[in-house]
């Protein structure tokens, strides 16, 4: 099963170039084994095209690296605390994606301004406060995760499966890794279609939420009817 892990984290991590979420060796993806504790994540600084299965590195719920003779992304303990604050997670998609990352520098979040942003999130993809120094020169990622969860209180990560961290760049997650890497390629769609609309009508509003539960609940509600059963 951990084979398994391994393979389908490396999978999304390679995927990552393909759909221009990434650059350079920035962002990372992360596949959970809830039942074991271990999740499997990139290898910091690894080339994507040079990534393998075997390069994974195994990491347990409690922060301790279990296989793997490289050193796990430093954004390891972003993923953790996510893991552990967000039980119905699988998987974490880290990204530099371009339009959302603009979002996230501009510490704005992407509105849910139609359909198709709502086929995906159950309203605005938020944006984390700004860390306080203290943070920012401690436990850095952890505190980045720590201010991922504070901004999701009152919030379902399940909704709304995605968020920009003030000045840094967008986290998006999933049941598996395999839909977190398709909720993190909706996340920088939406905002670069955020983008062009406040370009062409500064001033549009949020959508109808009427509108907005009605496409979100026909894919993801207890009454869905959207794809095959």
């Known amino acids: 099963m951990l084979t398994e892990l391994k393979r389908e984290a490396c999978e999304a991590?390679?995927?990552?170039?393909?759909?221009?979420?990434?650059?350079?060796?920035?962002?990372?993806?992360?596949?959970?084994?809830?039942?074991?504790?271990i999740f499997a994540i990139k290898p910091s600084g690894v080339d994507y095209a040079r990534l393998r299965p075997a390069d994974m590195v195994l990491?347990?719920?409690?922060?301790?690296?279990?296989e793997g003779s490289l050193r796990p992304s430093s954004d390891t303990p972003t993923h953790l605390e996510l893991y552990r604050k967000f039980e119905s997670i699988g998987g974490v998609v880290h990204t530099h994606s371009l339009y959302a990352t603009a979002f996230a520098q501009a510490g704005r979040p992407i509105p849910a301004l139609g359909t198709t942003h709502s086929d995906f999130f159950r309203g605005k993809i938020p944006v984390t406060?700004?860390?306080?120094?203290?943070?920012?020169?401690?436990?850095?990622?952890?505190?980045?995760?720590?201010?991922?969860?504070?901004?999701?209180?009152?919030?379902?990560?399940?909704?709304?499966p995605g968020v920009l961290v003030n000045r840094h760049a967008p986290f998006a997650w999933g049941p598996t890794v395999a839909k977190a890497l398709e909720n993190a390629v909706a996340v920088e769609l939406c905002a670069r279609m955020a983008f062009l609309?406040?370009?062409?009508?500064?001033?549009?509003?949020?959508?109808?939420?009427?509108?907005?539960?009605?496409?979100?609940?026909?894919?993801?509600?207890?009454?869905?009817?959207?794809?095959?059963p």
């Open 59 to 66: 990491v347990d719920l409690e922060g301790r690296r279990v």
């Open 129 to 160: 406060r700004l860390l306080r120094r203290r943070e920012i020169a401690g436990d850095y990622e952890t505190e980045t995760g720590r201010v991922i969860c504070e901004a999701f209180r009152g919030l379902d990560p399940a909704a709304v």
């Open 13 to 37: 991590n390679r995927s990552l170039p393909g759909h221009g979420l990434v650059h350079l060796n920035f962002g990372n993806a992360s596949a959970l084994d809830r039942r074991r504790g």
């Open 197 to 228: 609309t406040l370009q062409l009508r500064p001033t549009v509003g949020a959508i109808d939420p009427v509108l907005l539960d009605r496409h979100f609940l026909r894919k993801h509600g207890a009454q869905a009817y959207y794809g095959q």
